[in-house]
Protein backbone atom coordinates (compact mmCIF):
# COMPACT_ATOMS: atom_id res chain seq x y z
CA UNK A 1 0.00 0.00 0.00
CA UNK A 2 1.26 3.54 -0.84
CA UNK A 3 0.13 6.95 0.02
CA UNK A 4 1.01 10.23 0.18
CA UNK A 5 1.35 12.69 3.44
CA UNK A 6 1.49 15.95 3.97
CA UNK A 7 0.97 18.35 6.41
CA UNK A 8 0.71 22.10 7.25
CA UNK A 9 0.71 23.41 3.67
CA UNK A 10 -0.66 26.90 4.85
CA UNK A 11 -1.73 27.65 1.19
CA UNK A 12 -3.02 30.75 1.85
CA UNK A 13 0.27 31.69 4.16
CA UNK A 14 1.90 34.58 3.31
CA UNK A 15 5.98 34.32 2.67
CA UNK A 16 7.44 36.16 5.74
CA UNK A 17 9.99 38.55 5.86
CA UNK A 18 10.57 39.79 1.84
CA UNK A 19 10.41 43.35 0.94
CA UNK A 20 11.37 45.79 -1.67
CA UNK A 21 10.27 43.50 -4.12
CA UNK A 22 9.85 44.72 -7.39
CA UNK A 23 6.15 44.45 -8.63
CA UNK A 24 6.41 41.45 -11.00
CA UNK A 25 7.48 39.51 -8.05
CA UNK A 26 4.73 40.73 -5.66
CA UNK A 27 2.08 39.69 -8.53
CA UNK A 28 3.97 36.29 -8.59
CA UNK A 29 4.23 35.29 -5.32
CA UNK A 30 0.06 34.86 -4.40
CA UNK A 31 0.37 32.15 -6.96
CA UNK A 32 3.22 29.90 -5.04
CA UNK A 33 0.97 28.86 -3.21
CA UNK A 34 -1.38 26.95 -5.73
CA UNK A 35 1.63 25.36 -7.30
CA UNK A 36 2.83 23.42 -4.78
CA UNK A 37 -0.19 22.02 -3.96
CA UNK A 38 -0.42 21.55 -7.79
CA UNK A 39 3.40 19.60 -7.19
CA UNK A 40 1.73 17.51 -4.49
CA UNK A 41 -1.06 16.34 -6.95
CA UNK A 42 1.30 15.82 -9.88
CA UNK A 43 3.54 13.20 -7.67
CA UNK A 44 -0.20 11.52 -5.91
CA UNK A 45 -1.20 10.72 -9.60
CA UNK A 46 3.08 9.94 -10.84
CA UNK A 47 3.08 7.17 -7.97
CA UNK A 48 -0.48 6.14 -8.10
CA UNK A 49 -1.19 6.69 -4.49
CA UNK A 50 -3.82 4.49 -2.89
CA UNK A 51 -4.90 7.69 -1.28
CA UNK A 52 -3.62 11.37 0.26
CA UNK A 53 -3.57 12.24 3.94
CA UNK A 54 -3.32 16.08 4.68
CA UNK A 55 -2.74 16.25 8.12
CA UNK A 56 -3.94 19.41 9.53
CA UNK A 57 -3.71 23.01 8.90
CA UNK A 58 -3.92 22.72 4.61
CA UNK A 59 -5.14 26.09 5.01
CA UNK A 60 -3.61 28.90 7.32
CA UNK A 61 -6.96 30.77 8.30
CA UNK A 62 -10.22 29.04 9.73
CA UNK A 63 -11.87 31.44 7.13
CA UNK A 64 -10.18 31.22 3.50
CA UNK A 65 -10.79 33.09 0.77
CA UNK A 66 -13.51 32.10 -2.01
CA UNK A 67 -10.34 31.81 -4.13
CA UNK A 68 -8.21 30.10 -2.41
CA UNK A 69 -10.66 26.82 -1.66
CA UNK A 70 -11.68 27.04 -5.36
CA UNK A 71 -7.58 26.25 -6.52
CA UNK A 72 -7.93 24.03 -3.87
CA UNK A 73 -10.74 22.00 -4.54
CA UNK A 74 -9.71 22.25 -8.40
CA UNK A 75 -6.31 19.95 -7.20
CA UNK A 76 -8.22 17.60 -5.20
CA UNK A 77 -10.79 17.02 -7.98
CA UNK A 78 -7.89 16.18 -10.68
CA UNK A 79 -7.42 13.03 -7.62
CA UNK A 80 -11.17 12.21 -7.80
CA UNK A 81 -10.81 11.80 -11.63
CA UNK A 82 -8.28 9.10 -10.87
CA UNK A 83 -10.30 7.19 -8.21
CA UNK A 84 -7.93 8.12 -4.85
CA UNK A 85 -9.65 9.21 -2.35
CA UNK A 86 -8.26 11.95 0.00
CA UNK A 87 -8.27 12.08 4.01
CA UNK A 88 -8.58 15.42 5.90
CA UNK A 89 -8.21 16.37 9.53
CA UNK A 90 -8.08 19.94 10.45
CA UNK A 91 -5.30 21.80 12.61
CA UNK A 92 -5.12 24.91 15.14
CA UNK A 93 -4.93 26.92 12.61
CA UNK A 94 -7.82 25.86 10.23
CA UNK A 95 -10.16 24.45 13.03
CA UNK A 96 -13.15 22.94 11.53
CA UNK A 97 -16.39 24.77 10.77
CA UNK A 98 -18.26 23.73 7.78
CA UNK A 99 -19.99 27.25 7.38
CA UNK A 100 -17.06 28.61 6.38
CA UNK A 101 -16.55 26.97 2.86
CA UNK A 102 -18.00 28.16 -0.07
CA UNK A 103 -17.83 24.80 -1.77
CA UNK A 104 -18.93 20.75 -0.91
CA UNK A 105 -15.95 18.85 -0.48
CA UNK A 106 -15.53 16.14 -3.50
CA UNK A 107 -16.66 13.01 -2.60
CA UNK A 108 -13.43 11.48 -2.67
CA UNK A 109 -12.48 13.95 0.30
CA UNK A 110 -13.25 12.09 3.61
CA UNK A 111 -13.42 14.54 6.09
CA UNK A 112 -12.71 14.44 9.93
CA UNK A 113 -14.97 16.79 11.22
CA UNK A 114 -15.17 16.29 14.84
CA UNK A 115 -12.23 16.44 18.00
CA UNK A 116 -13.33 12.81 18.92
CA UNK A 117 -11.16 10.61 17.40
CA UNK A 118 -13.13 8.57 14.49
CA UNK A 119 -11.84 5.20 12.40
CA UNK A 120 -12.79 5.41 8.21
CA UNK A 121 -11.81 2.38 6.63
CA UNK A 122 -11.29 1.52 3.11
CA UNK A 123 -10.13 -0.54 0.65
CA UNK A 124 -7.49 -0.32 -1.69
CA UNK A 125 -7.52 -1.10 -5.50
CA UNK A 126 -5.27 -4.21 -5.08
CA UNK A 127 -7.80 -5.24 -2.16
CA UNK A 128 -5.73 -4.48 1.12
CA UNK A 129 -8.14 -3.63 3.98
CA UNK A 130 -6.98 -0.25 5.94
CA UNK A 131 -8.36 2.04 8.58
CA UNK A 132 -7.68 5.28 9.41
CA UNK A 133 -8.29 7.04 12.83
CA UNK A 134 -7.65 10.80 13.46
CA UNK A 135 -9.62 13.95 14.64
CA UNK A 136 -10.21 17.58 14.06
CA UNK A 137 -9.68 20.76 16.05
CA UNK A 138 -13.04 23.31 16.25
CA UNK A 139 -11.43 25.57 18.29
CA UNK A 140 -7.74 27.07 18.15
CA UNK A 141 -6.15 24.94 20.42
CA UNK A 142 -6.56 21.57 22.32
CA UNK A 143 -4.83 20.96 25.68
CA UNK A 144 -6.37 17.51 26.07
CA UNK A 145 -3.63 14.04 25.04
CA UNK A 146 -6.16 13.18 22.39
CA UNK A 147 -3.93 9.47 21.99
CA UNK A 148 -6.24 7.64 24.55
CA UNK A 149 -9.44 8.16 23.16
CA UNK A 150 -7.49 6.21 19.24
CA UNK A 151 -8.92 2.54 19.57
CA UNK A 152 -6.60 -0.27 19.49
CA UNK A 153 -5.99 -1.85 16.24
CA UNK A 154 -8.26 -3.13 14.26
CA UNK A 155 -8.49 -6.29 12.14
CA UNK A 156 -7.39 -4.98 8.92
CA UNK A 157 -4.50 -5.33 6.88
CA UNK A 158 -3.23 -1.76 7.18
CA UNK A 159 -4.39 0.47 10.75
CA UNK A 160 -2.85 4.47 10.23
CA UNK A 161 -3.54 7.11 12.91
CA UNK A 162 -3.66 11.07 11.92
CA UNK A 163 -2.88 13.38 14.59
CA UNK A 164 -1.87 17.06 14.80
CA UNK A 165 -0.18 18.18 17.94
CA UNK A 166 3.19 18.60 19.43
CA UNK A 167 5.01 16.37 21.70
CA UNK A 168 6.68 19.36 24.22
CA UNK A 169 3.41 21.51 24.07
CA UNK A 170 0.65 22.22 26.36
CA UNK A 171 -1.82 24.09 23.69
CA UNK A 172 -1.82 21.77 21.08
CA UNK A 173 -2.90 18.10 21.64
CA UNK A 174 -0.16 17.42 23.76
CA UNK A 175 1.52 13.50 23.20
CA UNK A 176 3.99 10.64 23.67
CA UNK A 177 5.51 8.00 21.05
CA UNK A 178 5.03 5.31 23.99
CA UNK A 179 0.99 6.06 23.93
CA UNK A 180 1.56 5.75 20.19
CA UNK A 181 3.19 2.44 19.84
CA UNK A 182 0.98 0.98 22.36
CA UNK A 183 -2.28 0.92 19.84
CA UNK A 184 -0.45 -0.93 17.75
CA UNK A 185 -0.56 1.04 14.46
CA UNK A 186 1.29 0.46 11.25
CA UNK A 187 1.73 4.66 10.68
CA UNK A 188 1.22 7.66 12.72
CA UNK A 189 0.69 10.72 10.35
CA UNK A 190 1.41 13.90 12.20
CA UNK A 191 1.02 17.46 11.10
CA UNK A 192 2.17 20.67 13.25
CA UNK A 193 5.72 20.71 13.73
CA UNK A 194 7.45 22.46 10.27
CA UNK A 195 10.32 20.69 9.97
CA UNK A 196 10.66 17.09 8.97
CA UNK A 197 10.97 14.82 12.09
CA UNK A 198 10.78 11.21 12.51
CA UNK A 199 10.07 10.42 16.18
CA UNK A 200 9.94 6.47 15.85
CA UNK A 201 10.57 4.08 12.90
CA UNK A 202 8.93 0.99 13.91
CA UNK A 203 6.36 2.02 13.61
CA UNK A 204 6.82 4.79 11.67
CA UNK A 205 5.84 8.27 13.84
CA UNK A 206 6.63 11.15 11.32
CA UNK A 207 6.02 15.01 10.87
CA UNK A 208 6.93 15.45 6.95
CA UNK A 209 7.19 19.47 7.74
CA UNK A 210 5.80 22.09 5.61
CA UNK A 211 5.46 21.41 2.10
CA UNK A 212 6.75 25.42 0.88
CA UNK A 213 8.59 27.23 3.58
CA UNK A 214 7.16 30.59 4.21
CA UNK A 215 10.04 31.83 6.35
CA UNK A 216 13.64 31.58 6.46
CA UNK A 217 13.45 29.38 9.44
CA UNK A 218 11.68 26.73 7.22
CA UNK A 219 14.56 25.85 4.55
CA UNK A 220 13.58 22.19 4.86
CA UNK A 221 10.14 21.55 3.52
CA UNK A 222 8.51 18.40 1.86
CA UNK A 223 6.29 15.66 1.67
CA UNK A 224 6.49 11.92 2.73
CA UNK A 225 5.84 9.18 0.25
CA UNK A 226 5.17 5.92 2.04
CA UNK A 227 5.34 2.14 1.35
CA UNK A 228 3.49 -0.30 3.86
CA UNK A 229 3.94 -4.00 3.07
CA UNK A 230 3.76 -7.04 5.41
CA UNK A 231 7.51 -7.12 5.66
CA UNK A 232 8.43 -3.61 5.63
CA UNK A 233 8.08 0.30 5.77
CA UNK A 234 9.11 2.38 3.41
CA UNK A 235 9.60 6.20 4.07
CA UNK A 236 10.77 8.91 1.39
CA UNK A 237 10.76 12.57 1.75
CA UNK A 238 10.05 14.22 -1.40
CA UNK A 239 10.34 18.25 -2.06
CA UNK A 240 7.10 20.02 -3.65
CA UNK A 241 8.26 23.70 -2.59
CA UNK A 242 8.17 26.09 -5.85
CA UNK A 243 10.57 28.47 -3.69
CA UNK A 244 13.69 27.84 -1.63
CA UNK A 245 15.44 29.64 1.35
CA UNK A 246 18.98 29.68 0.80
CA UNK A 247 22.11 31.18 2.20
CA UNK A 248 24.48 31.99 -0.96
CA UNK A 249 27.57 32.94 -1.03
CA UNK A 250 29.16 35.95 -3.20
CA UNK A 251 32.93 35.65 -4.51
CA UNK A 252 33.85 39.31 -5.39
CA UNK A 253 37.74 38.12 -5.78
CA UNK A 254 39.57 40.12 -8.30
CA UNK A 255 36.84 42.99 -8.59
CA UNK A 256 38.59 46.48 -7.91
CA UNK A 257 35.76 48.72 -8.99
CA UNK A 258 32.48 49.32 -7.49
CA UNK A 259 30.69 48.94 -10.82
CA UNK A 260 31.51 45.82 -11.34
CA UNK A 261 29.67 44.59 -8.53
CA UNK A 262 26.16 44.30 -9.35
CA UNK A 263 26.92 42.48 -12.47
CA UNK A 264 29.33 40.08 -10.76
CA UNK A 265 26.33 39.40 -8.02
CA UNK A 266 23.63 39.32 -10.67
CA UNK A 267 25.36 36.58 -12.78
CA UNK A 268 26.19 34.42 -9.58
CA UNK A 269 22.81 34.29 -8.47
CA UNK A 270 21.24 32.46 -11.77
CA UNK A 271 20.15 29.30 -10.41
CA UNK A 272 17.39 26.30 -12.15
CA UNK A 273 14.84 26.84 -9.46
CA UNK A 274 13.27 29.31 -7.50
CA UNK A 275 15.07 30.89 -4.09
CA UNK A 276 14.89 33.61 -1.97
CA UNK A 277 18.09 34.21 -1.07
CA UNK A 278 20.24 35.90 1.24
CA UNK A 279 23.91 36.81 0.28
CA UNK A 280 27.04 36.82 1.76
CA UNK A 281 29.46 38.72 0.06
CA UNK A 282 33.13 37.78 0.20
CA UNK A 283 36.24 38.21 -1.06
CA UNK A 284 35.97 41.91 -1.49
CA UNK A 285 39.48 42.90 0.29
CA UNK A 286 40.40 44.82 -3.18
CA UNK A 287 37.49 47.48 -2.61
CA UNK A 288 37.23 50.00 -0.71
CA UNK A 289 36.94 49.61 2.85
CA UNK A 290 33.27 51.87 2.58
CA UNK A 291 32.24 50.05 -1.24
CA UNK A 292 28.52 48.89 0.78
CA UNK A 293 27.63 51.17 3.86
CA UNK A 294 24.11 50.37 5.96
CA UNK A 295 22.25 53.30 4.50
CA UNK A 296 22.47 51.70 0.73
CA UNK A 297 21.80 48.30 1.67
CA UNK A 298 18.17 48.79 0.90
CA UNK A 299 18.70 50.64 -2.18
CA UNK A 300 20.84 47.45 -3.40
CA UNK A 301 17.99 44.95 -2.48
CA UNK A 302 15.53 46.90 -4.24
CA UNK A 303 17.86 47.25 -7.37
CA UNK A 304 19.10 43.34 -7.37
CA UNK A 305 14.97 42.55 -7.12
CA UNK A 306 14.15 44.42 -9.93
CA UNK A 307 16.72 43.41 -12.02
CA UNK A 308 16.16 39.74 -10.96
CA UNK A 309 12.57 39.73 -11.88
CA UNK A 310 13.52 39.54 -15.47
CA UNK A 311 14.70 35.77 -14.97
CA UNK A 312 13.22 32.68 -14.35
CA UNK A 313 12.90 30.74 -12.01
CA UNK A 314 12.03 33.39 -9.30
CA UNK A 315 15.12 34.59 -8.06
CA UNK A 316 14.22 36.92 -5.03
CA UNK A 317 16.71 38.49 -2.55
CA UNK A 318 15.52 39.36 1.02
CA UNK A 319 18.87 40.37 2.61
CA UNK A 320 22.83 40.94 2.02
CA UNK A 321 25.53 40.77 4.08
CA UNK A 322 29.49 42.19 3.29
CA UNK A 323 32.41 40.85 5.38
CA UNK A 324 33.79 44.35 4.04
CA UNK A 325 30.43 46.51 4.71
CA UNK A 326 30.90 49.42 6.65
CA UNK A 327 28.16 49.95 9.78
CA UNK A 328 27.38 53.63 10.55
CA UNK A 329 25.97 53.28 14.19
CA UNK A 330 24.65 56.39 15.81
CA UNK A 331 25.79 56.37 20.00
CA UNK A 332 22.63 56.84 22.75
CA UNK A 333 23.88 58.35 25.80
CA UNK A 334 22.70 54.99 28.15
CA UNK A 335 24.53 51.92 29.34
CA UNK A 336 23.64 48.29 27.19
CA UNK A 337 22.46 46.77 30.16
CA UNK A 338 19.27 49.34 30.62
CA UNK A 339 18.04 48.84 26.89
CA UNK A 340 18.35 44.68 27.51
CA UNK A 341 16.37 45.32 30.80
CA UNK A 342 13.68 47.21 28.58
CA UNK A 343 13.40 44.58 26.62
CA UNK A 344 12.96 41.84 29.06
CA UNK A 345 9.88 43.29 30.01
CA UNK A 346 8.13 42.79 26.77
CA UNK A 347 9.00 38.55 26.63
CA UNK A 348 6.14 38.78 28.94
CA UNK A 349 3.28 37.51 26.76
CA UNK A 350 0.56 39.62 28.83
CA UNK A 351 2.72 43.29 28.16
CA UNK A 352 4.12 42.08 24.54
CA UNK A 353 0.46 41.54 23.67
CA UNK A 354 -1.09 44.48 25.57
CA UNK A 355 1.52 47.18 23.91
CA UNK A 356 0.43 45.87 20.23
CA UNK A 357 -3.02 45.28 20.72
CA UNK A 358 -3.75 47.38 18.40
CA UNK A 359 -1.45 46.45 15.86
CA UNK A 360 -2.68 42.83 16.48
CA UNK A 361 -6.08 43.20 15.83
CA UNK A 362 -6.03 44.55 12.48
CA UNK A 363 -7.00 41.84 10.46
CA UNK A 364 -4.04 42.34 7.77
CA UNK A 365 -1.60 41.85 10.41
CA UNK A 366 -3.50 38.56 11.78
CA UNK A 367 -3.12 37.20 8.22
CA UNK A 368 0.59 38.07 7.75
CA UNK A 369 1.85 36.38 11.16
CA UNK A 370 2.76 33.43 12.78
CA UNK A 371 1.31 34.00 15.84
CA UNK A 372 2.98 30.92 17.58
CA UNK A 373 6.70 32.57 17.21
CA UNK A 374 5.67 36.71 16.26
CA UNK A 375 7.04 37.55 19.79
CA UNK A 376 10.15 35.67 19.45
CA UNK A 377 10.63 36.89 16.42
CA UNK A 378 10.02 40.72 16.86
CA UNK A 379 12.07 40.70 19.89
CA UNK A 380 15.06 38.57 18.33
CA UNK A 381 14.95 41.33 15.54
CA UNK A 382 14.74 44.01 17.88
CA UNK A 383 17.66 42.97 19.55
CA UNK A 384 19.92 42.64 16.20
CA UNK A 385 18.78 46.02 14.92
CA UNK A 386 20.15 47.55 18.13
CA UNK A 387 22.91 46.29 18.29
CA UNK A 388 23.54 46.91 14.28
CA UNK A 389 22.45 50.65 14.95
CA UNK A 390 23.38 51.75 18.01
CA UNK A 391 26.66 52.07 20.03
CA UNK A 392 26.35 52.27 24.10
CA UNK A 393 27.68 56.19 25.11
CA UNK A 394 27.27 54.87 28.56
CA UNK A 395 28.81 52.02 28.59
CA UNK A 396 31.80 53.02 30.33
CA UNK A 397 34.15 52.59 33.93
CA UNK A 398 32.42 55.50 34.42
CA UNK A 399 28.87 54.91 35.66
CA UNK A 400 28.39 57.80 37.80
Known sequence: MRFLHSADLHIDRSFEGLHLLSEKVKA???????????????????????????????????????????????EINRLAAAEIPVYMIFGNHDYYDPQRYWFSFPEN??????????????????????AISGFSYQHPWIETDKVQEFPVRKAVDYHIGMYHGDQTGTRYAPFSTSEMKQ???????????????????????VYPGTPQGKTKKETASGVVLAELTPQKTTVQRVSVAEL????????LSGIKDAN?????????????KGRLLHLLIEDDQQLPADWLVDAERNEWITYLNERLSQYEPLQVVYGITASHATTEKFALAISE???TQNLKLYQTPAVFTERLAELLQHP?????????????????????????????????????
Open 109 to 130: VHLFESETVHTIEGVTKQGETY
Open 244 to 251: FWETQHIS
Open 364 to 400: MIQRGIDQETFQEDVLAQTATLLQQTFEWAGDSDDHS
Open 28 to 74: QLPAINQQVMRHLTDLALAQEVDFVLLAGDTFHQARPSLKVQHDFFT
Open 183 to 205: KGYDYWALGHIHVPKTLSDQPPI
Open 337 to 339: EYV
Open 260 to 272: EVLPTIIQQVQSQ
